[in-house]
């Protein structure tokens, strides 16, 4: 059988599925409940010097039909504080799976430093730095805030650093003009290990009958954290910029859902993955079908390890001046049999490319001299009638 076990920033996990600060690590008897269905380690609601409050309801849907894409939420760090903490811990503490501490405090280093020694002092593994929550207390300049500015993530990933003896990861905000520089000063400050994404700041949408926007609470609403499979396209580009800058270990997060989205995280360059929303939506029991599902997946490809395919896709990431702008490829009809006449692939390339398909009852066609090859008629046919060629 393949193996599941990663080291991530020399530290030993039985495989790589970790849940994500957020609701479901709020406490140490739900870590230790997820840890026995199997994940491979934790990492704590974000800890605070003080406890935070939290308003109500706090999340916003994204739907598409029925199917959710994403969630918004404008939740706070822990509601619980640094001593019930310490219990908590202990509680979560189960051999071969570590707990990383994530801690987030305002700008000033001194405050980190505090934070760090006692939450170093409750037995976790390692830490991660929450400089990445977009909507947490801007007024107190924390998260994002801090994530945001280059040399304060250095400055305080260096006093966390030398204050500490456990690896330390620095979680990024993919709220940034620029992930590489974000990067670089993780790894200026000292960092071990880089995660990401945290939420990405968003308005998921409004209430048209009334006008408030979602999530609303008490008649009013703010922008929120934007989770789950809508930004995974946004994680995976980040994780692989990260990994494009630096060899640090890279723990990927954001909208993962299926062992399919984890591999796809690994080939960009991430050791481990962390999950949130899956989760909330569908419980800490999918993680027992993941692990199954990367095993095929390795036995099926001849992996015996998770290294031997991390970063895997890196080398197809180009810059745009490698590509030839005309390569000569059109769309084909390959599977004319399968065509219910719906017609789409007309109306999508008519009004939305090029106008080279025609329909004569199912009997759908292809002008070679008009089509573009821009790939839009094999997408959006529901019965896969066409593919490029
Ligand atoms: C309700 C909620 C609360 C969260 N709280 C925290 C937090 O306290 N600290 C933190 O670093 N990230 C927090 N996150 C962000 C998640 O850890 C994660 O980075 C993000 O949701 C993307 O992953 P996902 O798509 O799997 O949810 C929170 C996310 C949600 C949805």
Same mark, same amino acid.
């Given at each position: 059988?393949?193996?599941?076990?990663?080291?991530?920033?020399?530290?030993?996990?039985?495989?790589?599925?970790?849940?994500?600060?957020?609701?479901?690590?709020?406490?140490?008897?739900?870590?230790?409940?997820?840890?026995?269905?199997?994940?491979?380690?934790?990492?704590?609601?974000?800890?605070?010097?003080?406890?935070?409050?939290?308003?109500?309801?706090?999340?916003?849907?994204?739907?598409?039909?029925?199917?959710?894409?994403?969630?918004?939420?404008?939740?706070?760090?822990?509601?619980?504080?640094?001593?019930?903490?310490?219990?908590?811990?202990?509680?979560?503490?189960?051999?071969?799976?570590?707990?990383?501490?994530?801690?987030?405090?305002?700008?000033?280093?001194?405050?980190?430093?505090?934070?760090?020694?006692?939450?170093?002092?409750?037995?976790?593994?390692?830490?991660?730095?929450?400089?990445?929550?977009?909507?947490?207390?801007?007024?107190?300049?924390?998260?994002?805030?801090?994530?945001?500015?280059?040399?304060?993530?250095?400055?305080?990933?260096?006093?966390?650093?030398?204050?500490?003896?456990?690896?330390?990861?620095?979680?990024?905000?993919?709220?940034?003009?620029?992930?590489?520089?974000?990067?670089?000063?993780?790894?200026?400050?000292?960092?071990?290990?880089?995660?990401?994404?945290?939420?990405?700041?968003?308005?998921?949408?409004?209430?048209?009958?009334?006008?408030?926007?979602?999530?609303?609470?008490?008649?009013?609403?703010?922008?929120?954290?934007?989770?789950?499979?809508?930004?995974?396209?946004?994680?995976?580009?980040?994780?692989?910029?990260?990994?494009?800058?630096?060899?640090?270990?890279?723990?990927?997060?954001?909208?993962?859902?299926?062992?399919?989205?984890?591999?796809?995280?690994?080939?960009?360059?991430?050791?481990?993955?962390?999950?949130?929303?899956?989760?909330?939506?569908?419980?800490?029991?999918?993680?027992?079908?993941?692990?199954?599902?990367?095993?095929?997946?390795?036995?099926?490809?001849?992996?015996?390890?998770?290294?031997?395919?991390?970063?895997?896709?890196?080398?197809?990431?180009?810059?745009?001046?490698?590509?030839?702008?005309?390569?000569?490829?059109?769309?084909?009809?390959?599977?004319?049999?399968? !065509?219910? +006449? %719906? /017609?789409? *692939? &007309?109306?999508? $390339?008519?009004?939305?490319?090029?106008?080279?398909?025609?329909?004569?009852?199912?009997?759908?066609?292809?002008?070679?001299?008009? !089509?573009? +090859? %821009? /790939?839009? *008629? &094999?997408?959006? $046919?529901?019965?896969?009638?066409?593919?490029?060629?």
């Amino acid at each position: 059988m393949p193996g599941l076990n990663v080291n991530f920033a020399g530290v030993e996990f039985e495989n790589p599925f970790l849940l994500s600060s957020a609701p479901p690590t709020k406490d140490g008897t739900q870590i230790k409940r997820a840890i026995e269905l199997g994940w491979g380690g934790a990492v704590t609601k974000s800890l605070l010097l003080v406890p935070d409050k939290n308003t109500r309801p706090r999340l916003g849907f994204l739907k598409l039909g029925k199917r959710m894409i994403g969630m918004s939420n404008i939740e706070m760090a822990t509601e619980l504080s640094l001593e019930r903490w310490k219990k908590e811990i202990v509680i979560a503490k189960t051999p071969g799976a570590p707990i990383i501490g994530s801690i987030m405090t305002d700008s000033d280093p001194e405050n980190w430093v505090k934070l760090t020694k006692i939450v170093e002092e409750t037995g976790v593994d390692m830490l991660e730095l929450n400089v990445s929550c977009p909507h947490m207390s801007p007024e107190k300049h924390m998260g994002a805030l801090i994530g945001q500015d280059s040399a304060l993530i250095t400055l305080i990933t260096k006093n966390v650093k030398e204050n500490c003896s456990i690896p330390v990861i620095v979680k990024l905000t993919p709220n940034v003009t620029s992930i590489p520089d974000m990067t670089i000063a993780a790894k200026t400050g000292g960092a071990d290990a880089i995660s990401a994404i945290n939420t990405v700041l968003s308005l998921i949408g409004v209430d048209i009958e009334t006008g408030i926007p979602n999530p609303s609470s008490q008649g009013k609403s703010t922008f929120g954290g934007y989770s789950g499979p809508g930004v995974r396209p946004i994680a995976l580009r980040v994780v692989a910029e990260i990994a494009q800058t630096t060899n640090l270990p890279i723990s990927g997060i954001g909208g993962v859902d299926s062992w399919k989205s984890a591999i796809e995280f690994i080939m960009v360059g991430a050791t481990t993955v962390q999950v949130c929303t899956a989760i909330m939506w569908r419980g800490y029991k999918i993680v027992e079908n993941w692990k199954k599902g990367l095993q095929s997946f390795m036995e099926r490809k001849g992996y015996r390890s998770l290294n031997e395919f991390t970063g895997k896709s890196l080398q197809f990431l180009h810059p745009f001046s490698d590509f030839k702008t005309e390569p000569p490829i059109k769309a084909r009809v390959t599977h004319a049999d399968s !065509c219910n +006449g %719906c /017609g789409i *692939c &007309v109306t999508s $390339c008519g009004d939305g490319a090029y106008n080279a398909i025609t329909l004569e009852d199912s009997d759908v066609a292809i002008d070679d001299q008009i !089509c573009d +090859g %821009c /790939g839009l *008629c &094999v997408n959006v $046919c529901p019965q896969n009638v066409m593919t490029m060629g």
